[in-house]
């Protein structure tokens, strides 16, 4: 379903926001959308000297693997390394001349001269939520190595999707950004930061979407009504609440109960959008294109995504998060122990083929060039293998891939020692990733946005990767 609040309203102790949705029945419907705003103006400035990546992404996919994908098995092999370093997997040739990767990824290697490679990334932060909270928002976590890290000033910047709503602003009854199929999240259900909105306020939080797409009869609880509710009741619970915000209205000089009014409104035009109930429709997709994206959580959750872009959603994020069955000891790409089995057998088969499926469908239905697709974790792991056989958190070395939406592909940017330990050329940090996200769909790195007082606000402090994007 998607996120849900549950707060006091304002000037009605013990009435609280999902006591008025049961009033009109949208809490039956696991309907929970964050309020809707009008989009305060940006100063969004003009491309610089007419480059022809400024603005290109029409749309923006993020594929977010928790845990930290190991640069040695993926992208960024080192064959020549002691075995302890380079791991059971050796490299093999891909589309681009001389650009190796991991044996595991056989579909992505066909598809290299559409991807540009970072083989720098660093944060030099080994703890999960804070180095992750980095990559989300572009801006270092204080104090920085702090796992289980919360929410919370002065870690409260907003996230590259809620900034990407704000400015991007809701169409056709769909957000700007959404998330799914679920928020990242530490052992103990611990949330990390930098997944919404943080001082943007929650009018511009990314739609959180919890659901597996690949269950059967899958479909979104917001949007399919139950049996017991046709239209006309609808209509009529529309009615009831439209009563009780009226009478709310009189108690609450402040407009708290105005503001949620327009969520509710939000609620029902969803509900009754079908442009909306089409994007979700992951039945009206080929078997053959389900069995394409992999018939797992991560692959449905990838078609969604490219669903959902195609029906005018700006920017989606598709998190990798623990699978029921993952160990504790090294759940989703967390592999502390047993990383070559892991890899081999639940990790990089369907990513690579839910990740060269999307890329191929988007080239095939010409989107690809219009849509800006984002290969990610919070870091990375250690060169040497440990005891248990797996590689621990490493911050200071990893890699990320973009292709499409302006990018050059073909490319490699960057350099890992001969460990793929450290940096050695082309050293990047977030905010510079997410300034070259920002400047394909077209937003210079001081467009602003505005807090709630007013003030106006950069949107990164970083600089667009110039060597991967074409002049």
Not at 59 to 76: K, N, R, S, Y
Not at 355 to 360: M, Q, V
Request: hydrophobic content about 40%; some cysteine.
């Amino acid at each position: 379903m998607l996120s849900v609040f549950d707060q006091p309203v304002p000037g009605r102790p013990g009435l609280s926001r999902r006591e008025l949705l049961r009033v009109g029945g949208l809490s039956a419907l696991g309907l929970s959308l964050s309020q809707p705003h009008a989009v305060l103006p940006a100063a969004q400035l003009a491309a610089a000297g007419g480059e022809a990546s400024f603005g290109k992404a029409k749309a923006c996919i993020v594929l977010f693997l928790l845990g930290g994908p190991p640069q040695h098995e993926t992208w960024d092999p080192k064959p020549d390394a002691p075995t302890d370093v380079r791991g059971d997997f050796q490299p093999i040739a891909s589309a681009v001349p001389g650009l190796a990767v991991g044996e595991l990824m056989p579909r992505t290697a066909t598809l290299t001269d559409r991807i540009a490679v970072l083989r720098a990334m660093s944060t030099a932060d080994n703890a999960h939520s804070s180095s992750g909270y980095w990559m989300l928002t572009g801006y270092p976590h204080a104090p920085r190595n702090q796992e289980n890290a919360k929410a919370g000033f002065p870690n409260n910047w907003p996230c590259l999707a809620a900034v990407v709503r704000r400015l991007s602003g809701d169409r056709n009854s769909l957000p700007g950004a959404v998330r799914l199929p679920e928020e990242i999240w530490n052992t103990g259900r611990i949330v990390w930061p930098g997944q919404d909105a943080g001082w943007l306020g929650n009018t511009a939080d990314p739609w959180l979407l919890t659901c597996d797409p690949n269950e059967p009869g899958f479909e979104v609880p917001a949007l399919a009504l139950p049996g017991d509710v046709p239209p006309l009741r609808l209509d009529g619970r529309h009615s009831l609440l439209h009563s009780v915000n009226r009478h709310l209205d009189a108690l609450d000089q402040r407009g708290a109960v105005n503001r949620w009014d327009g969520l509710r409104q939000k609620a029902f035009d969803l509900l009754r959008a079908p442009a909306a109930r089409r994007a979700f429709d992951l039945a009206a997709e080929p078997d053959a294109v389900r069995e394409w994206y992999g018939r797992n959580r991560f692959g449905q959750s990838v078609l969604l995504a490219r669903r959902l872009v195609e029906s005018g959603v700006r920017l989606v994020q598709v998190n990798w998060t623990r699978w029921k069955e993952d160990p504790d000891v090294a759940p989703a790409w967390d592999t502390h122990a047993s990383n070559s089995e892991r890899l081999k057998t639940v990790l990089m088969p369907p990513m690579d083929l839910a990740y060269s499926a999307l890329l191929e469908d988007l080239e095939q239905r010409g989107m690809l060039d219009e849509t800006l697709v984002v290969w990610m974790g919070e870091f990375g792991r250690t060169p040497k293998i440990n005891a248990r056989g797996g590689r621990d958190h490493w911050g200071h070395v990893f890699s990320v891939a973009l292709a499409g939406g302006g990018v050059g592909g073909g490319v490699v940017h960057g350099a890992s020692d001969r460990q793929g330990g450290y940096p050695v050329e082309g050293r990047v940090e977030p905010q510079d990733l997410t300034a070259t996200i920002f400047h394909c769909l077209g937003y210079a790195p001081h467009t602003a946005v505005h807090d709630r007082l007013g003030r106006p606000m950069a949107i990164t402090q970083g600089s667009p990767i110039r060597e991967i994007l074409p002049g």
